[in-house]
């Protein structure tokens, strides 16, 4: 908790000198109000708009920023924790008071490119607008059709809890001067898919076009700088948030086994794929979502991830076939056979009736940090409506720190043949214990 206070501290500083140096910005501190509107203009009603909104709101994933743990849809009040403090999302059901029912599709659309609000406040980019500025006009507009039908619910604005000055939004006029990328690159992607000449191309330049604006997958995917935003020289080479590592998505032919289009399809909209993990942590939720948008949507943006991969003939790193127990543990094959066998241990009933593929072709136990390794082990899998299969009891309770960290320790030298995790012991694993938000 110090070093994330010194951390933003020192982000508040580096803004406030940017501040200095763009002056003229700041004093103008904010936009311009649009002004309210009686009701939904263009008025809510056309169907097929609001049945295309709703699968493109999948791809956004609107619903689980803009929904509570436990609270009404899209009424906001979800916590997210970013460089800048702990930011709450908003109400953006059609409620008049404290919602967006009083906002035209011109005031949606200013928010969606700028990240403006209706009265003129600049937005935090937690909300994924340097994303959203790139989608085509018929897309944000079928947007704004689907949230107006939505049903309205009165819930008032949370208070953030911000660091100072970072509180203080007219500095969001320096942070959009430095990394709003230009609305013009929108125009850029529409137009290489309509002169995409055959079906193939054109289903790339889809899959481009929902990956770089309403999937913001590089949100997650790419690394950030210092003040938060995403270094665009290595854009979806990998980032880490909430705890996670989201991997790299411009190497996935040299995991244990490549990826392939099909799998790569089958797991964006359901979580599994044959011969891969499955989908954990925030990546479990962009999932869901993602399983009720348009199938050649999910299909597209697969397309476009294998055209991602620089070379797909990479050696893949050795299988676990030479196993190197002798390195491991020995409590941790104890606890082991005590704790997991049951469900991952050979001829376990999730492997050969499930068809789960064994932990050697999990991304996680063959990654180069043991983060995602130990965040499932102290998270778990959430119980999820009838999916009893994919269930993954949390272990952050049940094991202490050292015993947490023998139990990846032997996991990564059983299931694969790579190098030991170094320095991977009880602290490492307390560090990693204070960096998701829910514990
Ligand atoms: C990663 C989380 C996240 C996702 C995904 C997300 N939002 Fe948000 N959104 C936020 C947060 C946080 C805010 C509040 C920002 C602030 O107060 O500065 C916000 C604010 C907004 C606002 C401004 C509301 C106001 O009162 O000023 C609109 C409109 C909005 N979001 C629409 C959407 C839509 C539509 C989608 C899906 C396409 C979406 N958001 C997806 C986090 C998210
Ligand atoms: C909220 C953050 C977040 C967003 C948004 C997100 N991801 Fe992920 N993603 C993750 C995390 C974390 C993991 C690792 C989870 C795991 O190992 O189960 C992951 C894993 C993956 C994997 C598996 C990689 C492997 O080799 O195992 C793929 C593929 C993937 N994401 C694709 C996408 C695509 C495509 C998008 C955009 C449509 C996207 N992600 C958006 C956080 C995110
Ligand atoms: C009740 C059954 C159950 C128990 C007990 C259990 N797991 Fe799991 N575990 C799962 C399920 C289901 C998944 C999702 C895996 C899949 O379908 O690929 C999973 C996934 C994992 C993954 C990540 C695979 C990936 O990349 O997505 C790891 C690592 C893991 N378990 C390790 C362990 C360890 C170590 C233990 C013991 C401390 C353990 N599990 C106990 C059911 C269980």
Same mark, same amino acid.
């Given at each position: 908790?110090?070093?994330?206070?010194?951390?933003?501290?020192?982000?508040?500083?580096?803004?406030?000198?940017? *501040? !200095?140096? &763009?002056?003229?910005?700041?004093? %103008? #501190? $904010?936009?311009?109000?649009? =002004? @309210?509107?009686? +009701?939904?203009?263009?008025?809510?009603?056309?169907?097929?708009?609001?049945?295309?909104?709703?699968?493109?709101?999948?791809?956004?994933?609107?619903?689980?920023?803009?929904?509570?743990?436990?609270?009404?849809?899209?009424?906001?009040?979800?916590p997210l924790r970013t460089p800048f403090g702990v930011i709450d999302?908003?109400?953006?059901?059609?409620?008049?008071?404290?919602?967006?029912?009083?906002?035209?599709?011109?005031?949606?659309?200013?928010?969606?490119?700028?990240?403006?609000?209706?009265?003129?406040?600049?937005?935090?980019?937690?909300?994924?607008?340097?994303?959203?500025?790139?989608?085509?006009?018929?897309?944000? *507009? !079928?947007? &704004?059709?689907?949230?107006?039908? %939505? #049903? $309205?619910?009165?819930?008032? =604005? @949370?208070?953030? +809890?911000?660091?100072?000055?970072?509180?203080?939004?007219?500095?969001?006029?320096?942070?959009?001067?430095?990394?709003?990328?230009?609305?013009?690159?929108?125009?850029?992607?529409?137009?290489?898919?309509?002169?995409?000449?055959?079906?193939?191309?054109?289903?790339?330049?889809?899959?481009?076009?929902?990956?770089?604006?309403?999937?913001?997958?590089?949100?997650?995917?790419?690394?950030?700088?210092?003040?938060?935003?995403?270094?665009?020289?290595?854009?979806?080479?990998?980032?880490?948030?909430?705890?996670?590592?989201?991997?790299a998505l411009t190497d996935l032919a040299a995991r244990p086994t490549?990826?392939?289009?099909?799998?790569?399809?089958?797991?964006?909209?359901?979580?599994? #794929? $044959?011969?891969?993990?499955? =989908?954990?942590?925030?990546?479990?939720?962009?999932?869901?979502?993602?399983?009720?948008?348009?199938?050649?949507?999910?299909?597209?943006?697969?397309?476009?991830?294998?055209?991602?991969?620089?070379?797909?003939?990479?050696?893949?790193?050795?299988?676990?076939?030479?196993?190197?127990?002798?390195?491991?543990?020995?409590?941790?094959?104890?606890?082991?056979?005590?704790?997991?066998?049951?469900?991952?241990?050979?001829?376990?009933?999730?492997?050969?009736?499930?068809?789960?593929?064994?932990?050697?072709?999990?991304?996680?136990?063959?990654?180069?940090?043991?983060?995602?390794?130990?965040?499932?082990?102290?998270?778990?899998?959430?119980?999820?409506?009838?999916?009893?299969?994919?269930?993954?009891?949390?272990?952050?309770?049940?094991?202490?720190?050292?015993?947490?960290?023998?139990?990846?320790?032997?996991?990564?030298?059983?299931?694969?043949?790579?190098?030991?995790?170094?320095?991977?012991?009880?602290?490492?694993?307390?560090?990693?214990?204070?960096?998701?938000?829910?514990?």
């Amino acid at each position: 908790m110090k070093g994330r206070r010194v951390r933003m501290a020192g982000v508040a500083v580096v803004l406030l000198a940017l *501040a !200095a140096a &763009y002056g003229s910005h700041v004093a %103008r #501190a $904010s936009e311009r109000g649009l =002004a @309210p509107v009686a +009701a939904p203009s263009p008025p809510a009603g056309d169907a097929e708009a609001v049945a295309r909104g709703a699968r493109l709101a999948a791809i956004g994933n609107c619903m689980t920023c803009h929904t509570a743990t436990g609270g009404q849809p899209l009424a906001g009040g979800l916590p997210l924790r970013t460089p800048f403090g702990v930011i709450d999302s908003t109400n953006i059901t059609p409620d008049k008071d404290t919602g967006i029912g009083d906002w035209s599709l011109d005031a949606f659309t200013r928010a969606m490119r700028q990240g403006v609000s209706r009265d003129g406040h600049l937005l935090y980019p937690a909300f994924p607008y340097p994303h959203f500025t790139q989608m085509s006009d018929a897309d944000i *507009a !079928a947007l &704004y059709a689907w949230l107006m039908s %939505r #049903a $309205s619910v009165n819930a008032p =604005a @949370p208070h953030n +809890a911000l660091i100072f000055p970072l509180g203080f939004r007219p500095l969001m006029a320096v942070w959009n001067r430095l990394y709003l990328p230009p609305e013009s690159a929108a125009s850029a992607t529409s137009a290489a898919s309509a002169t995409a000449r055959d079906a193939q191309a054109q289903e790339v330049a889809r899959g481009r076009y929902l990956v770089e604006s309403l999937g913001h997958c590089g949100a997650c995917h790419t690394p950030l700088n210092r003040l938060g935003a995403e270094r665009r020289d290595r854009a979806l080479q990998g980032g880490t948030l909430e705890g996670w590592d989201a991997p790299a998505l411009t190497d996935l032919a040299a995991r244990p086994t490549p990826w392939t289009q099909a799998q790569l399809t089958n797991y964006l909209r359901t979580g599994y #794929a $044959s011969e891969h993990g499955a =989908a954990a942590g925030p990546m479990r939720t962009v999932t869901r979502s993602l399983g009720e948008a348009a199938p050649e949507d999910v299909e597209a943006i697969a397309a476009y991830l294998m055209t991602l991969q620089s070379n797909p003939n990479a050696a893949a790193p050795p299988a676990a076939a030479s196993v190197h127990l002798s390195t491991a543990p020995a409590n941790g094959a104890t606890l082991f056979a005590a704790a997991c066998a049951s469900c991952h241990g050979a001829g376990a009933a999730m492997s050969i009736d499930g068809h789960r593929p064994s932990l050697s072709f999990s991304t996680a136990v063959n990654a180069d940090s043991p983060r995602n390794m130990v965040r499932i082990l102290l998270d778990g899998i959430a119980w999820h409506e009838s999916e009893a299969a994919s269930f993954m009891p949390p272990f952050a309770g049940t094991f202490t720190d050292a015993q947490i960290a023998e139990l990846a320790n032997y996991t990564r030298a059983r299931f694969t043949a790579l190098s030991p995790w170094s320095a991977l012991d009880a602290q490492a694993v307390a560090r990693l214990r204070k960096e998701s938000p829910s514990r």
